[in-house]
Nanobody
Framework: QVQLVESGGGLVQPGGSLRLSCAASGRTFSRYTMGWFRQAGGKEREFVARISESGASRLYADSVKGRFTISRDNAKNTVDLQMSSLKPEDTAVYFC???????????WGQGTQVTVSS
């Protein structure tokens, strides 16, 4: 069982930056692929980024590529999402997720709100 808790959301102006963090419980954190997803009002949840167990492999949605960076610290059981050059369309609730298989996501956090507005 893995419990995930996100933090770092808030209100930021367009063009600004924000760093989200996800803290995970459990001793097997380093065995999970970790990911970030987001859900804007009235829309389906969408993939943002993922990082492999060791951190060697990363994948991003086209909409955030070059602006967002996912990273992890297996010693601290954390996964972060550094967001830069934020746009109003990045406004959403951001969720942290963990996958044992790398194909389906078994565990989810409660989400943190990110609002990009002037």
């Amino acid at each position: 069982q893995v419990q995930l808790v996100e933090s770092g959301g808030g209100l930021v102006q367009p063009g600004g930056s924000l760093r989200l963090s996800c803290a995970a419980s459990g001793r097997t954190f380093s065995r999970y692929t970790m990911g970030w997803f987001r859900q804007a009002g009235g829309k389906e949840r969408e993939f943002v980024a993922r990082i492999s167990e060791s951190g060697a492999s990363r994948l991003y949605a086209d909409s955030v590529k070059g602006r967002f960076t996912i990273s992890r610290d297996n010693a601290k059981n954390t996964v972060d999402l550094q967001m830069s050059s934020l746009k109003p369309e990045d406004t959403a609730v951001y969720f942290c997720a963990a996958s044992w298989s790398g194909f389906t996501w078994q565990y989810w956090g409660q989400g943190t709100q990110v609002t990009v507005s002037s």
